[in-house]
C-alpha cells in the first residue's frame, strides 16, 4: 500500500512539473488597448497589445459583458495571435449574443485569455479588466 501512495504521489509530481508555466511565460505581456463599436453596438472590435517571444503562436478568447438598457450585452470572439518577439496589436471582434442587448459606448467589462504555444512548453496569460467601449 505504501508503494502504491509513493507511486501516486510521484506521478502527481511529475504533471506539476511539466503542467508548470515556462519560464517564457514572465516574458511575454498582454494589454488591452481600446474597444470600438461595430455596426451599431452589434460587435465590438477588441485590440489587444501583445508582446510575446519569436516562435510562440496560438490564439486568445475574448469576452465582453456591459450593462445596456435594462439587459446585459455580452458576447465573445476569438482571434490568431503569431508572436514575433516585439510588441504587436492584435485584434478581435467580439459579436452581441442574439438573446442579449447590443454594446454602447461606455465602461465594459473585458475577459482575455491566451493560449500561447512554442517549443519549450505553452503559457495562458489572463486578463480580467474594465475598459471603454468607444465609437
Known amino acids: 500500500m505504501r508503494r502504491i ?22 516574458a511575454s505581456t498582454v494589454d488591452v488597448t481600446s ?3 461595430v455596426a451599431r453596438g452589434v460587435a465590438v ?20 459583458r456591459q450593462r445596456s438598457g435594462n ?5 465573445s470572439g476569438w482571434a490568431p495571435v503569431a508572436c514575433t ?7 478581435g471582434r467580439v459579436a452581441a449574443q442574439a438573446d442579449g442587448e447590443i454594446f ?23 486578463i480580467n479588466d474594465t475598459i471603454r467601449v468607444t465609437h
Not at 45 to 63: F, N
Not at 71 to 75: K, R
Not at 85 to 91: A, L, M
Open 5 to 26: 501512495m509513493t507511486t501516486i504521489a510521484l506521478l502527481g509530481l511529475s504533471l506539476f512539473v511539466l503542467l508548470a508555466p515556462t519560464p517564457a511565460s514572465a
Open 35 to 37: 474597444a470600438t463599436l
Open 45 to 64: 472590435d477588441v485590440t489587444i497589445t501583445v508582446a510575446c517571444p519569436a516562435g510562440m503562436s496560438g490564439g486568445v478568447e475574448l469576452s465582453l
Open 71 to 75: 439587459g446585459v450585452a455580452y458576447g
Open 85 to 91: 518577439g516585439e510588441p504587436q496589436e492584435v485584434t
Open 104 to 126: 454602447r459606448n461606455g465602461e465594459t467589462l473585458v475577459n482575455v485569455g491566451f493560449e500561447l504555444c512554442g517549443q519549450e512548453g505553452c503559457e495562458y496569460p489572463q
